[in-house]
């Protein structure tokens, strides 16, 4: 079965270690990432989608993507 993730944070070095550590733990960048400003906080947003290959576990929508 194949996760998806999108991870989301302010443009700064927590949001770079968060993608950094999703791809330690296997997942894999997919698609190129975004970038956009967020007028509510007044701060640039990125995004970076990731998937992962993931064998004998069934698909539950209460599933911890990032356990995985």
Do not use: I
């Not at 194949?2 to 270690?17: E, I, N, Q, V, W």
């Not at 967020?38 to 911890?64: H, I, L, R, S, W």
């Amino acid at each position: 079965m194949k996760l998806y993730r999108f991870l989301t944070g302010p443009d700064d070095s927590a949001f770079c270690h968060k993608v950094s550590l999703a791809l330690s733990k296997g997942w894999q960048l997919h698609g190129s990432p975004s970038y956009a400003f967020n007028t509510f906080t007044g701060m640039m947003q990125c995004g970076q989608a990731v998937t992962k290959e993931v064998e004998g576990v069934d698909y539950d929508p209460g599933m911890k993507l990032g356990e995985q």
